[in-house]
């Protein structure tokens, strides 16, 4: 695939485009440029332009919140190019786009990797149409879209077979299975949400309870600083400690792909298609109004669990330098934690996004039902 990368002109990125994005891509085959990897004599602007309209993907460095960044964003999002957001930090995204997914990615050398892993996932579904891309301006104009020369459909259902016909147009039946499958689908995945939520909330409390007994013991101990072996007996606690971390640690870690697997079903299953949805009755009502209570209810879950999380994360930067082991497990243990609040985040701004897309197709629905009755 030919993929584009748009991103602050600065030093500092150029390591992210060459070792995690350009050389790993191109070793699978894909042509990766730039805009200061095309020769050419025109305004860089137009070079610019010129390779998001030929691109097939569009990577999109949203770090810093450079305007020249979000002004190509906006043109790859006007031509409904594929686009795939990165960001070093969640808060340096907009508002607009705030609700769509993001990778976040570090330049740690452990954690960089993870970039070029994701991308190369994300593009390799999009190879066999397995991945649905949005931005703002497909979803609100949908089937609306304007169409320019070489650009493709809007993706908006794309890889819902019941969506487009041979002709490449774009239909709508909401009395087909497809949308009830989709709606079935997004209830299922908010189901397994919420067990992997509960699975991570369980080690939590396991973790806060040997927290309770380890630190009665170092109370007792100091307590009686006079004992033989005192500090002995401290090392031994503290290493206990530290496995306790490790141990939840990576009880966490083991569980945040099948959450972020969830979080990209649901988007994939739902959020795309109702974008175009319009009730057709009673029933259809019904599965929608379900589906908003669904994410309400999870979305409230979720907020009081990141805050339990936040609390467990302030309460271990607390208790450093009890031993370089448990500084150590301290460390992963944050970084987990870390990582997990981004998945709440990332599973926030998607829940929220079909909460407010379902809504007003309720909204629509009840307007026109009122409408109907008033002209009857």
Do not use: C
């Amino acid at each position: 695939m030919k993929v584009f990368v748009i991103m602050p002109f600065a030093s500092e990125f150029d390591s992210v485009y060459q070792k995690l994005i350009k050389e790993p891509l191109e070793a699978k085959n894909h042509a990766v440029n730039r805009a200061d990897d095309v020769s050419s004599h025109q305004s860089i602007l137009k070079t610019i332009v010129q390779n998001i309209a030929e691109a097939d993907v569009v990577i999109a460095d949203l770090t810093a919140q450079n305007p020249n960044v979000y002004y190509e964003l906006g043109v790859g999002h006007t031509l409904n190019k594929p686009t795939i957001h990165i960001v070093q930090d969640f808060d340096d995204l907009g508002f607009d786009i705030k609700s769509y997914n993001a990778i976040k990615y570090s330049t740690q050398f452990d954690e960089a990797p993870e970039l070029t892993d994701k991308i190369l996932e994300i593009i390799e579904l999009a190879e066999n149409d397995n991945y649905n891309f949005s931005n703002p301006v497909s979803d609100s104009l949908g089937e609306n879209m304007p169409r320019t020369e070489g650009s493709p459909p809007s993706d908006v259902g794309k890889g819902q077979d019941n969506f487009f016909e041979d002709s490449g147009e774009a239909t709508r039946d909401d009395s087909t299975p497809g949308f009830l499958d989709s709606i079935v689908l997004a209830e299922e995945s908010v189901d397994e949400i919420g067990n992997v939520i509960q699975d991570l909330i369980d080690p939590m409390n396991v973790l806060s309870e040997r927290t309770r007994s380890h630190s009665a013991q170092f109370v007792e101990l100091n307590a009686n600083p006079n004992q033989k072996g005192l500090n002995s007996k401290r090392l031994q606690l503290a290493r206990k400690f530290a496995a306790d971390l490790n141990e939840f640690a990576e009880s966490v870690a083991d569980k945040l792909p099948r959450l972020k697997r969830s979080w990209n079903t649901l988007d994939q299953g739902i959020g795309h298609v109702l974008t175009e949805t319009e009730i057709q009755g009673e029933s259809d009502l019904d599965e929608i109004s379900r589906l908003v209570e669904a994410t309400s209810t999870m979305r409230q879950s979720m907020s009081g669990s990141a805050a339990e999380f936040e609390n467990l994360r302030n309460a271990q930067t607390q208790i450093r330098g009890l031993s370089k082991a448990t500084d150590r497990a301290i460390t992963h243990s944050d970084r987990t934690l870390e990582k997990l609040l981004d998945e709440y985040r990332l599973g926030d701004s998607v829940l929220a996004r079909i909460d407010a897309l379902a809504t007003d197709i309720i909204d629509r629905y009840k307007a026109k039902t009122v409408d109907s009755d008033n002209n009857s």
